[in-house]
C-alpha cells in the first residue's frame, strides 16, 4: 500500500473573540496549507478554518480561502502564514504569487 504524504500547516492562528469576522469564528483558528509538489494530484492549496468548541478543536475543518490549484499540474498560489489585523481582517502570505492577501468581511452574502 502507497501512503500519500500527510499535509501539515504551515503557520496557524487563533481568531479573536469580537473580530470583523461573524461572531461564531471568535477562538477558532485558521491554518495555511502550502501543499504538495509530490502528489498526483495537486491538493492542500488553501487556508482552513478550524471550528473550535470550549477551547478545544471539533476534529473538523472547513476550507476558507481557495482557489490556488491551476490543474494537476499547476499551481499559481502557496499559502505560507496567516495572521489577524488590527482591524480583525486576516492578512495571508503567499509564496507562489510572492503576494500578501488581505481578507475581509463585507457581511452576508445576497441571494
Known amino acids: 500500500m502507497l501512503l500519500q504524504p500527510h ?4 503557520e ?3 481568531y479573536p473573540a469580537g473580530g470583523s469576522f461573524p461572531q461564531g469564528f471568535g477562538g477558532d483558528a485558521f491554518a495555511a496549507e502550502h501543499g504538495s509538489w509530490n502528489r498526483n494530484k495537486r491538493a492542500d492549496y488553501e487556508v482552513i478554518r478550524v471550528p473550535m ?5 471539533t476534529g473538523s475543518y472547513e476550507d476558507f480561502l481557495t482557489g490556488f490549484v491551476v490543474d494537476d499540474n499547476s499551481v499559481w498560489g502557496r499559502p ?5 489585523g488590527k482591524d ?12 500578501v492577501w488581505h481578507v475581509t468581511y463585507v457581511g452576508a452574502a445576497r441571494k
Do not use: E, I
Request: charged share 15%.
Open 7 to 10: 499535509m501539515a500547516s504551515l
Open 12 to 14: 496557524m492562528v487563533f
Open 53 to 57: 468548541h470550549d477551547g478545544k478543536a
Open 80 to 84: 505560507v502564514g496567516v495572521t489577524v
Open 88 to 99: 480583525g481582517s486576516l492578512f495571508v502570505t503567499d509564496d507562489g504569487s510572492r503576494s
